[in-house]
């Protein structure tokens, strides 16, 4: 017997898995810098190096990512919640005036992140509501003297101590 499934159910049972929250940049091609808070980031392939990001289709920003061609992958610290968050709201997205920089590939990065990952789009799926991109790394900027900025049942974290 199949139960039904409510989307509701889905997202808070997602909630329980803990990840790290990144941003996405990416210069459009009339030079507009944008950006985009993810959390559905994970590498695939140490052999080329490839990492993959999941972008709503509803959003602009996706198409407009996968038409630059050209993106970056900030991982945020621990203190740069309001980062996250400026990125996460509805709209355009725009990079704001300070805080950031730009990489060897031209997309912007966010400045004091744990890593920048500059890539190239590898290839794109449709899944369901989603874009599932693939970006092969052309760039490594590590900070590793920092903690991550974590999201876990739809609220901010950190961490506490080692384990």
């Known amino acids: 017997m199949s139960t039904q499934i409510t989307n509701q159910?889905?997202?808070k049972a997602m909630g329980e898995f803990a990840t790290g929250i990144c941003v996405m940049g990416a210069k459009l091609i009339d030079g507009t810098l944008i950006g985009i808070t993810v959390n559905s980031f994970s590498s695939v392939s140490l052999?080329?190096?490839l990492i993959l990001v999941c972008l709503?289709?509803?959003t602009p920003r996706t198409a407009a990512i996968i038409e630059a061609a050209r993106f970056s992958i900030s991982v945020l610290n621990e203190h740069q919640h309001a980062v996250s968050n400026h990125f996460a709201k509805p709209g355009e997205g725009e990079v704001p005036d300070d805080g950031w920089s730009?990489?060897?590939?031209g997309t912007p990065t966010i400045d004091d992140a744990l890593a920048n990952l500059e890539c190239d789009l590898e290839a794109t799926h449709l899944a369901g509501d989603h874009q599932i991109i693939i970006g092969r790394v052309t760039n490594v900027v590590i900070h590793p003297d920092r903690k991550p900025l974590?999201?876990?049942q739809s609220q901010y974290s950190s961490l506490g101590h080692e384990v």
Not at 102 to 105: L, M
Request: glycine share 12%; charged share 25%.
């Open 9 to 11: 159910d889905f997202r």
């Open 150 to 152: 974590i999201y876990f």
């Open 47 to 49: 052999e080329p190096p």
């Open 102 to 105: 730009i990489g060897k590939n």
């Open 56 to 58: 709503g289709n509803y």
